[in-house]
């Protein structure tokens, strides 16, 4: 066994220690791919609802409003895709019906 206090140890121990930190850190100019990028302050970016207002910081949209119209439109494209699949599938059905298939 060998004893803690032998400094061979310790230099593998930190050695090891090292390359498990070196594993984790990133260099400082690399971009982790998962991090969002939010558009700089005074970019000049408009609401993308509305088009009226400058947005600034962090927002995407200028006004509950306007969040509430992005969300409506969002469920209503949402809607349409899942519609337009039942409806495919209801008119395979009809046809299958039609042509006396299982």
Known sequence: MLELEDPSVHEALEKAAGREVAKMTRPASEVSPQTVRTP????????????????????????????????????????????????????????????GGP
């Open 40 to 99: 700089v302050v005074g970019s000049g970016r408009r609401c993308p609802v509305c088009n009226e207002l400058e947005l600034s910081g962090r927002q995407t949209v200028c006004s509950a409003a306007c969040r509430r119209a992005r969300t409506r439109q969002r469920e209503t494209a949402a809607r349409q895709v899942r519609d337009q699949g039942i409806r495919v599938l209801l008119e395979t059905a009809l046809r299958k019906l039609e042509e």
